[in-house]
């Protein structure tokens, strides 16, 4: 019995490898060095029109001057976890003129490789799930978005695709010459409204696109940690600088159980009924503070590789404060920030409108004062239960245990203490 329960697990895990294998073997490479000859390519990593990797070298060396330049590309991630207000941030982003941004394509990865172990923690998986993910963000970061049509599901043809996960959230993708339904004044497009009026994805043009604009950044939060990026942040060939935001793990816990209703079930009747079920996954929670605890204490420890590429961001600061938080961004990534960000961020936080306030992302509903909201929708047993599961990334996020029911629906009294990260450099 035990027997042969290893086997279909040996098995599945063979043909997980084998996939990504072929997906490797089928695709274009996705290291290649500078692609064409010119100015503008030769910073930027391989594109899709480069046959050989040596020609592109080649081409670098005609251009010694871009490859490692001040104003070379720089490659934002944004790493955080679901429903940590990571969409805000990608928003943040998103807006800036010169920024190409995209939103989660890890997604495509997970769904290819791992259908049904959507949280695997086995060791195995997650090192093929990284492996995957890592070569497919160097690929990205040089705009080579060909290589993400292995991992959409069915598989684009003739470069083109309905699927991309979450398109609508990109603005270069909604906007000319990627999407000719909306007039160039049109800089405001809703998610929904891109994905009904824009005609598909015509992968070739979002990748011009990608390569027009000066910096490109990503959201990621199918990582667990920090430390699995090291590879990429050592990689001479890639500039990233790494905001990881973090979140209190009590209004993580919370946020999900309103928005992931079926996988968050049991947690819902425990709030309801004030019993903890037997079965109820507690993974859920355990390995998001795990995550974080890992990831905090690596970026806190200040190792040399990660000197000047690593932010850390509270989310509940930047919803207290998000212009000046924002500034402190764009301060770190060596970008200057410019007015559409600023005013998206007026439109979208505390100063909104009513029509704002219902707006698209689904990032209103979650910032400024409704960072600490959790506090009224959690029970005092699922609160006491997550500072006893967590207490050291509470503890080390300054984030405050409370002790009874009454000081956690007492909200005048806020449990995020004060507190500063510098980027260190
Ligand atoms: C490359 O860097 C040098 C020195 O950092 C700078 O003077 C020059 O303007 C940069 N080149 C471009 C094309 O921006
Ligand atoms: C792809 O393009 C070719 C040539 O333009 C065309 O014949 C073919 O039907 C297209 N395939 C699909 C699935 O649209
Ligand atoms: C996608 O855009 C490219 C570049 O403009 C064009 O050559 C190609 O025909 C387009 N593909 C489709 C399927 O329309
Ligand atoms: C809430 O906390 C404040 C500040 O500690 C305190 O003064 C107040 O009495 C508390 N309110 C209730 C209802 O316990």
Known sequence: MQCSWKAVILLALASIAIQYTAIRTLTSKPFQLCPVPSPQNCGLLGGPETESPIEGRAGCDDYPYFSFNASRKTHIMVLATTRSGSSFVGQLLNQHADIFYLFEPLYHVQTTLIPRLSHSRNAADRRVMLGASRDLLRSLYGCDLYFLESYIKPAPANHTTDKLFRR???????????????????????????????????????????????????????????????????????????????????????????????????????????????????????????DFLGSVSTG??????????????????????????????????????????????????????????????????????????????????????TQATCHKVLHQLGYKAVKSAEELKNMSLSLVQDKTYVPFS
């Open 168 to 290: 609508g959230a990109s603005r270069a993708l909604c906007s000319l010459p990627v999407c000719d339904a909306f007039g160039p004044t049109d800089t405001n497009v809703e998610e929904g409204d891109c994905v009904k009026k824009c005609a598909s994805l015509n992968m070739t043009l979002a990748a011009d696109a990608c390569r027009e604009k000066r910096h490109v950044a990503i959201k990621v939060v199918r990582v667990p940690e920090i430390g699995d990026l090291r590879a990429l942040v050592e990689d001479p060939r890639l500039n990233i600088k790494v905001i990881q935001l973090v979140r209190d793990p009590r209004g993580i816990l919370s946020s999900r159980i309103e928005t992931f209703r079926d996988t968050y079930r049991l947690w819902r009747i425990w709030r309801a009924t004030g019993r903890r079920p037997y079965n109820l996954d507690l993974s859920q929670l355990t390995v998001v503070c795990e």
């Open 300 to 385: 806190l420890s200040h190792p040399h590789w990660l000197k000047g590429k690593y932010m850390l961001v509270r989310y509940e600061d930047l919803s207290r404060n998000p212009l000046l938080k924002t500034m402190e961004i764009y301060d770190f990534l060596g970008l200057p920030m410019d007015k559409s960000v600023e005013e998206w961020i007026q439109t979208n936080t505390r100063g909104s409108t009513e029509l704002s306030a219902k707006h698209k992302y689904g990032t209103v509903r979650d910032s400024a004062a409704n960072a600490e909201s959790w506090r009224l929708k959690l029970s005092y047993d699922m609160v006491e239960y």
